[in-house]
């Protein structure tokens, strides 16, 4: 029988909500190094603005989980058993989640994301008159032995070229030890790629909403005075957060339940779905594949610098700028 509706708190609020609105009307923008090269100077212009656009997007998906989330579209109700051996926490949607358009627009931040890594490698190649196929892009390898192949695919590049393509690979970033091969799956670049290729190829990007908290306070009320709880109480859930579906339910057996007192507080957020099967929360996934794209390309930068300065770690000696030529020709070097 139903017993009681609960409205669970949440950290929504207009401030928050107008916090986003301002980041959507006037976004942060992307920051570059200085350089004295007015060719890496250009370049830089052209990922920068690929970037803004990429966050751009990933601000409108937060703006909007934010507008939905401040409409507390969730209650509860909380149902005792009709034989009062146990009670539960029925879902009630009150706002549907837009979890198609919201993975819309996840997946055109994370394409933006991809495509800058592609678009700073070819346009630092061509700059450098390298002569590479239509189909070149970054590659993004999770171990030693998938990177031979991926770089014969690279040999029109100069060296100094693919060795920063090289050191930004997750491989070289995660070495975990045993657990490894598992947590380099989950590595931003790693995450970010197989999200967009699936988008692209596959099927859209959708997202789920998950509970990104959940704290209960809710105990039953037993019939019997000297009833008390089990040493060990003995729950069950549902987190699809389906309407009418049962999230908690406890069983109290053999105490009869006549009441259910105290509150709760949640947090539900809008996750997606990585190739590993973890639900990977959409904004965070944003912040840290920005953060890893950033670097990359940041890498190349460097590379290039000091391809053109003659200083550096990528410094180049004569010979060395294309594996396919036995010397550099004035100005290569």
């Known amino acids: 029988m139903s017993f009681g509706r609960l409205v669970p708190d949440h950290d929504g609020g207009r401030a928050e909500v107008d916090r986003r609105t301002a980041l959507l009307q006037d976004p942060p923008r992307v920051h570059m190094p200085s350089t004295n090269f007015a060719a890496i100077g250009r370049m830089q212009e052209d990922c920068a603005r690929r970037l803004e656009r990429a966050r751009l997007r990933a601000l409108e998906f937060d703006a909007d989980v934010s507008q939905w989330r401040e409409k507390m579209p969730y209650a509860f109700d909380i149902e005792i058993d ?18 198609a358009s919201w ?21 630092i190649a061509l700059a450098e008159g390298a002569e590479v196929s239509r189909n070149l892009q970054f590659p993004i390898v999770t171990n030693e032995e998938k990177w031979k192949p991926e770089a014969k695919k690279l040999l029109a590049l100069p060296v100094w070229l693919d060795k920063a393509v090289q050191a930004a690979q997750p491989f070289h970033a995660w070495r975990l030890g045993d657990r490894y091969a598992a947590e380099v799956e989950q590595h931003p670049l790693v995450v970010m790629a197989a999200l967009d290729n699936d988008d692209k190829h596959w099927n859209n990007l959708v997202g789920v909403v998950t509970p990104e908290s959940f704290d209960s306070q809710l105990r039953p009320v037993f019939a019997e005075p000297s009833a008390v709880d089990n040493a060990h109480r003995r729950f069950s859930y549902d987190t699809s957060l389906a309407d009418r579906s049962v999230f908690l339910h406890e069983d109290t057996s053999p105490s009869l339940t006549v009441a259910v007192e105290g509150g709760l507080t949640w947090l539900a957020d809008v996750s997606v779905e990585d190739r590993t099967g973890h639900n990977v929360h959409g904004l965070d996934l944003y912040r840290t594949a920005e953060r890893a794209v950033t670097d990359a390309c940041a890498m190349m930068f460097a590379a290039w610098e000091s391809r053109l300065s003659g200083i550096g770690p990528f410094a180049t000696s004569p010979g060395d700028s294309f594996r396919r030529r036995k010397s550099d020709g004035e100005g290569h070097g």
């Open 82 to 99: 009709a034989d009062r051996l146990g009670w539960g926490l029925r879902v009630i949607v009150e706002h549907e989640p837009d979890l």
């Open 103 to 123: 993975g819309l627009t996840l997946g055109e931040a994370l394409h933006h994301l991809r495509s800058v890594l592609n678009t700073t490698l070819v346009g």
